[in-house]
């Protein structure tokens, strides 16, 4: 597998934490999300709001706790293409120290239907060069 392509670091904030002094475990998905966005708007070219896609399936493994005193890194990948779907690894780093490794898979869809649809050429060729994939072999 590849190297992680995108990164994007923060501090987390105050509303971040929860009665243990912890990184609420659903936030981590918030800083999933803040990386795709960025990837999006970097990788892709376009906002991550006007692209039709969807999540159709998230796993998250949670290693070790993050707090007000750690900056964070999320790092992600495409790690395939398929047909309609992506799909995208994560490594959220508190400091250096691997705080969760996550799974998303992102559909792109039709927003009148709700149905899946191909992924745009406009889409696969910006990601394509990024992540330095072959043809397409996720679906």
Known sequence: MTEYTYET??????????VNGHVN????????????????DEVVGIRHDRA???????????????????EITVRQR?????TSSF???YE????????ATAEVVLLALDRETGEAIPIPESWR????????LEEDGAE
């Open 9 to 18: 670091s923060f501090t987390p904030r105050y509303s971040d934490i929860d």
């Open 78 to 82: 495409i790690a395939g293409m398929g």
């Open 52 to 70: 039709p896609v969807a999540i159709v399936h998230q796993e998250i493994d949670y290693r070790a706790p993050i707090t007000l005193d750690n």
């Open 87 to 89: 799909d995208i690894e």
């Open 125 to 132: 060729e910006p990601i394509r060069e990024h992540e330095g």
């Open 92 to 99: 959220v780093l508190a400091d250096d120290d691997v705080a």
């Open 25 to 40: 475990q659903a936030k981590y998905l918030s800083y999933l999300e803040q990386a795709r966005v960025g990837y999006w």
